[in-house]
């Protein structure tokens, strides 16, 4: 509340103690006074009473208690057009020192809404508009209020997404920094046919003005990822399906491209995997996360997996599903493995998203796998170490 707010409330209880012009007797009788002061939350405990409220702690019908409040204010107006007292004071507040200021409600209703906003705002907005129809004889200002006309929104500057996972992306002990003149040369190594649909997942392309080219994406949130890069200030340039890494595994030959590799202003360089949440988890997953992982402390690149906004911490402090998880830990002990019928009778019998499961297969270090679904035990569970070192202390 600012000074003008609390000598509005002075005023107000000087206004209420007022006395007649003989100076015998006060303005208001008790029982008005009080009436008043509960309704406009200015008694004791400084809480609003309603109408109901009162007429019970009186024993009085609720028609008596609004009648009270309007004697109060017929009362109090037959002073507000002096400027000398304490009522006369409270008119030329909530009028602006405008006598004229009642015949616009329209701009009466802006010019109150202004001033509770600015001196009042612990007073509620109902019951100082409420106040000052009574006090101004202005009726339905709170419906003129809706009518007048709004002033624009000031403009705001685009929000930098890339600031919320800056501090989520994991740095080797040495970091190389890489000059413009010195960046290696990539290109998307694989084609996208933006009419391909694949679940929610859509593919397509859009022109980045960063690049100067087309960009293409293979889900909804490499878009969205890809516009934030757009959009930050730190980010020099960048480059989808950059290069493809080979490995070994029993004799056979993998091959894995990461979705982005991102070169900042400050001349670091980041690889970005992105993955929605639920499907982090995935064993699949995190064994390419790893070797890319190791492949980018090689380079002396940052490396991430995130769905753009959120990375395996948010899903350690997600909460909970306490019967669910109970039960799917019960059912894995009997059963050793669980099949998508079980896990998803389990999910509808407690409701449980997939994040309930996500959360719960990091928190017990399960090991998953999505496609097809299959869950269960393992000494060193899904989670990577590099991963699991960077949340293993919100574990």
Not at 231 to 244: A, I, L
């Given at each position: 509340?600012?000074?003008?707010?609390?000598?509005?409330?002075?005023?107000?209880?000087?206004?209420?103690?007022?006395?007649?012009?003989?100076?015998?007797?006060?303005?208001?009788?008790?029982?008005?006074?009080?009436?008043?002061?509960?309704?406009?939350?200015?008694?004791?405990?400084?809480?609003?009473?309603?109408?109901?409220?009162?007429?019970?702690?009186?024993?009085?019908?609720?028609?008596?208690?609004?009648?009270?409040?309007?004697?109060?204010?017929?009362?109090?107006?037959?002073?507000?057009?002096?400027?000398?007292?304490?009522?006369?004071?409270?008119?030329?507040?909530?009028?602006?020192?405008?006598?004229?200021?009642?015949?616009?409600?329209?701009?009466?209703?802006?010019?109150?809404?202004?001033?509770?906003?600015?001196?009042?705002?612990?007073?509620?907005?109902?019951?100082?508009?409420?106040?000052?129809?009574?006090?101004?004889?202005?009726?339905k200002l709170t419906n003129a209020l809706?009518?007048?006309?709004?002033?624009?929104?000031?403009?705001?500057?685009?929000?930098?997404?890339?600031?919320?996972?800056?501090?989520?992306?994991?740095?080797?002990?040495?970091?190389?920094?890489?000059?413009?003149?010195?960046?290696?040369?990539?290109?998307?190594?694989?084609?996208?046919?933006?009419?391909?649909?694949?679940?929610?997942?859509?593919?397509?392309?859009?022109?980045?003005?960063?690049?100067?080219?087309?960009?293409?994406?293979?889900?909804?949130?490499?878009?969205?990822?890809?516009?934030?890069?757009?959009?930050?200030?730190?980010?020099?340039?960048?480059?989808?399906?950059?290069?493809?890494?080979?490995?070994?595994?029993?004799?056979?030959?993998?091959?894995?491209?990461?979705?982005?590799?991102?070169?900042?202003?400050?001349?670091?360089?980041?690889?970005?995997?992105?993955?929605?949440?639920?499907?982090?988890?995935?064993t699949e997953v995190q064994r390419k996360?790893?070797?890319?992982?190791?492949?980018?402390?090689?380079?002396?690149?940052?490396?991430?997996?995130?769905?753009?906004?959120?990375?395996?911490?948010?899903?350690?402090?997600?909460?909970?599903?306490?019967?669910?998880?109970?039960?799917?830990?019960?059912?894995?002990?009997?059963?050793?493995?669980?099949?998508?019928?079980?896990?998803?009778?389990?999910?509808?019998?407690?409701?449980?998203?997939?994040?309930?499961?996500?959360?719960?297969?990091?928190?017990?270090?399960?090991?998953?796998?999505?496609?097809?679904?299959?869950?269960?035990?393992?000494?060193?569970?899904?989670?990577?170490?590099?991963?699991?070192?960077?949340?293993?202390?919100?574990?």
């Open positions: 509340m600012t000074p003008i707010g609390s000598y509005f409330i002075d005023q107000l209880q000087l206004s209420l103690w007022a006395r007649t012009k003989g100076g015998c007797r006060f303005l208001l009788k008790e029982r008005e006074r009080d009436t008043f002061l509960k309704l406009y939350a200015l008694w004791d405990d400084e809480r609003e009473w309603h109408h109901q409220e009162i007429a019970d702690f009186l024993q009085f019908t609720r028609e008596r208690i609004r009648q009270l409040e309007m004697k109060a204010f017929k009362k109090l107006s037959y002073r507000k057009k002096q400027n000398s007292t304490p009522p006369g004071r409270l008119y030329t507040l909530l009028t602006g020192n405008n006598p004229q200021a009642t015949t616009d409600k329209a701009a009466l209703a802006s010019y109150l809404n202004n001033f509770h906003k600015t001196h009042l705002p612990e007073w509620s907005r109902a019951r100082f508009f409420r106040f000052a129809e009574n006090f101004l004889e202005v009726d809706k009518k007048a006309p709004k002033s624009p929104r000031p403009l705001r500057e685009p929000e930098d997404r890339m600031e919320k996972i800056y501090n989520k992306i994991i740095w080797p002990s040495e970091v190389i920094y890489q000059p413009e003149s010195c960046l290696p040369a990539f290109s998307p190594q694989r084609g996208i046919r933006p009419e391909r649909e694949n679940g929610i997942s859509k593919a397509g392309e859009y022109f980045s003005c960063l690049l100067q080219r087309n960009v293409f994406y293979e889900s909804t949130l490499e878009r969205a990822f890809f516009k934030a890069l757009e959009r930050s200030d730190k980010v020099h340039s960048y480059c989808e399906q950059p290069f493809t890494l080979s490995r070994e595994v029993y004799w056979k030959t993998y091959s894995y491209t990461p979705d982005v590799w991102v070169h900042l202003k400050d001349g670091r360089c980041m690889v970005v995997e992105i993955k929605p949440l639920d499907l982090m988890v995935d996360f790893q070797y890319l992982y190791e492949y980018c402390c090689q380079q002396g690149w940052g490396v991430l997996l995130t769905d753009g906004l959120h990375d395996l911490s948010y899903l350690s402090t997600y909460p909970s599903n306490p019967a669910f998880e109970q039960e799917l830990l019960q059912e894995l002990s009997e059963k050793r493995r669980l099949t998508i019928g079980h896990i998803s009778a389990l999910r509808k019998k407690h409701g449980a998203t997939p994040l309930h499961l996500a959360a719960c297969i990091l928190r017990h270090n399960l090991s998953y796998r999505a496609y097809p679904t299959l869950l269960w035990r393992s000494k060193k569970g899904s989670i990577c170490p590099a991963l699991r070192g960077k949340i293993g202390w919100q574990l």
